[in-house]
């Protein structure tokens, strides 16, 4: 399915005219979206090097993982709706990026891998009984994949 | 005065032939600051849960120091590279940066910051430190806090600017702002 129109409209929407006039609106929301990584990285960061047994040895995995959840969902609504607001000043330009395709790729597998594999998997019943290894792969593949949505993110802007 | 010696610190770099090279290196360049950016989101990311634990929003039932002195090497990496990599943003492009004015507003806020985490640090390791296990730090710790998210808050709006040409030296602007900027030339003309 083509979603070509839903970049056109986002092109034409109120959105795009306040973000492609105002380059303090957008300087500002920029802001936001980059602190709201940075709270995203450092969340997933300390919770996926506790599973890597790497940091916060002294502090149970399951305590880590409850405190950060909440912090990593304010984050990623905070990140969704700044990059909606950004990507309106270049929708039409964003369509035909690679990079954008890339990161909105790994952006729906962090989510769905996040709320859908990680978190079920260590609130479950079983996970006192899950193989250490199990649980590390998955810090693997977290950080694996939110690795490439910053990366492919930054790489939007230089191509 | 120091405007003048800015200015001629960034000309020599200027005149040499890697800031040039770095410049114009499409890869290197970009692969630089996407590091620069990157690493910023380990080290603010760790600095938020440090400050998040100090205002009780996070790890209420985790010891403070625990937390902040887990956190602590992580973060030294991240700001390392962070540094490192600045430098190397700053090497490339050196004399519009001096002259941008977001620039000078975010070095003053790092050096804010900076002086910040050090009086945390310090007060943190404190031996009388009867309030660790509480799930939210003293007042003075919360204002510490507070000051920390709105200064890195503001180091990374100000590094965001630094982009934008809003109050570049061509501009035509008020006087203090042509020497805010370091904008020695333009100056010397309205003299």
Redesign the interface.
């Known amino acids: 399915m083509d979603v070509l129109f839903l970049f056109e409209w986002l092109d034409t929407s109120l959105l795009a005219q306040i973000s492609k006039s105002s ?1 303090g609106v957008f ?2 929301v ?2 936001v979206h ?2 709201a ?10 919770s996926d ?1 506790r599973l890597l047994n790497v ?2 040895k ?2 149970p995995v399951q ?1 880590v993982m409850e ?2 959840r909440n ?1 990593i969902t304010i984050a990623l609504v905070a990140m969704i709706l700044s990059g909606i607001f950004m990507a309106s000043a270049v929708a039409i330009k964003l369509y035909y990026n690679m990079f954008f395709w890339s990161k909105m790729a790994g952006l729906v597998m962090g989510l769905i891998f996040f709320y859908g594999i990680k978190t079920p998997l260590i609130r479950g019943d079983e996970f006192n009984t899950l193989n250490p290894w199990i649980l590390r792969l998955v810090a693997i593949a977290s950080l694996t994949i939110w ?1 490439s949505v ?2 492919s993110g ?2 939007i802007g ?1 191509s | 005065m120091l405007n003048e010696l800015l200015l001629r610190l960034a000309e020599w770099l200027d005149s040499q032939a890697w800031s040039t090279d770095l410049h114009e290196s ?1 890869y290197l360049y ?1 692969w630089i ?2 590091t620069h ?2 690493t ?3 080290f ?6 440090i400050d ?1 634990r100090m205002l009780g929003w ?2 209420r ?2 010891p403070a120091s ?2 902040s002195k ?2 602590e090497i ?1 973060m030294f990496i991240g700001f390392s590279i962070m540094v490192i990599t600045g430098f190397l943003l700053y090497y490339a492009i050196p004399v519009r940066t001096t002259q941008s004015i977001w620039f000078r507003i975010k070095v003053v806020l790092l050096i804010a910051a900076g002086i910040n985490a050090l009086l945390f640090r310090n007060a943190m390791q404190s031996p009388v430190n009867h309030w660790d296990a509480d799930p939210v730090a003293p007042k003075r710790f919360r204002i510490g806090a507070i000051l920390s998210l709105g200064l890195w ?1 503001g180091v ?2 100000s590094g ?2 630094i982009a ?1 040409d ?1 109050f570049d030296c061509h501009q035509d602007m008020a006087r203090f702002l042509y020497w805010a900027a370091g904008c020695v030339n333009e100056l010397a003309e309205l003299d």
């Open positions: 380059g300087a500002a920029q802001t980059l602190g990584m940075a709270l995203l990285g450092g969340m997933l960061l300390v090097l940091l916060m002294d502090v305590v405190n950060t912090w690795f910053a990366a930054r790489w230089f | 499409y970009n600051e996407a950016v990157l910023l989101m380990v603010l990311g760790m600095l938020f849960v998040l996070i790890f039932d985790v625990i937390i887990r956190l992580p808050t990374v709006a965001r600017t934008y809003w």
